[in-house]
């Protein structure tokens, strides 16, 4: 079935530092590719996504290439800010039309210290 | 203009009761999903409803129901509760069907003793 594979937190950076944060995803169809980002006590805000392979999602500095020779969806951040600390989620669309069922990753929790 | 809306906010429950938790959409969206999303792990797929019919189910027990309403918003109830039931609830909201990005409330946390 589909399913997410993310890379496991805890993660702990410095100020500007640069960010990486795995995922990977079953290879099932043509699936859309999302980043979601959960801040503490609150839902979930999309970040990011990409509909299609060589695709690249973009916003608030954060980037992901949907990849699909590597069946991969990684998250980058050039420089973090305190603000960054958050839950992030990669999660992926249906194989098929039909439903909206995402599929999401188990998160990684970043924190970035002053 | 307004972002998905759910109530209530937090609830606690013991176990046994049901609960009712209800959503609004983004105006101009149909569809609604509800998610689980117990502590610590990623929200799991509890139901999709587009046009007030159901069009997807996840791999839950059948305490757990769904509506949809003629204005789109939905409601979720669980009967007999049990202590796993324990999490946040959330709904997201989209235009249809055709691979649209889903929007998501803030949820609704709920606790049963």
């Known amino acids: 079935g589909d399913s997410v594979t993310q890379m496991e937190g805890p993660v702990t950076l410095s100020e500007e530092a640069f960010l990486t944060i795995n995922c990977t995803y079953t290879?099932?169809?043509?699936?859309?590719l999302f980043w979601y980002v959960q801040y503490p006590g609150e839902g979930l805000q999309l970040l990011l996504k990409?509909?299609?392979?060589?695709d690249k999602g973009s916003n608030k500095g954060f980037e992901a290439t949907y990849r699909k020779e590597t069946t991969s969806f990684h998250l980058e951040k050039g420089s973090v800010q305190v603000s960054d600390s958050a839950v992030y989620f990669c999660?992926?669309?249906?194989?098929?039309?039909?439903?909206?069922?995402?599929?999401f990753g188990t998160g990684t929790r970043l924190t970035i210290i002053p | 203009d307004a972002g998905v809306t759910q109530s209530p906010t937090h609830l606690i429950k013991t176990r046994g009761q049901q609960v009712t938790l209800r959503c609004s959409p983004i105006?101009?969206?149909?569809?609604v999903s509800w998610y689980q999303q117990v502590l610590g792990q990623g929200p799991q797929f509890i139901f999709q409803?587009?046009?007030?019919?159901?069009?997807g189910r996840g791999n839950f027990p059948d305490r757990f129901s769904a509506r949809q309403f003629p204005n789109y918003s939905s409601e979720l109830n669980v009967n007999a509760l049990l202590l796993g039931d324990s999490a946040l609830y959330l709904c997201?909201?989209?235009?249809?069907?055709?691979?649209?990005?889903?929007?998501f409330g803030p949820g609704t946390r709920l606790l049963v003793l």
């Open positions: 997201a909201s989209s235009l249809g069907l055709a691979r649209e990005t889903q929007y």
């Open positions: 290879a099932t169809g043509y699936p859309s």
């Open positions: 990409a509909t299609k392979a060589d």
């Open positions: 999660a992926r669309g249906p194989s098929n039309f039909g439903n909206e069922k995402l599929t």
């Open positions: 105006s101009g969206h149909k569809s």
């Open positions: 409803y587009y046009e007030k019919e159901e069009r």
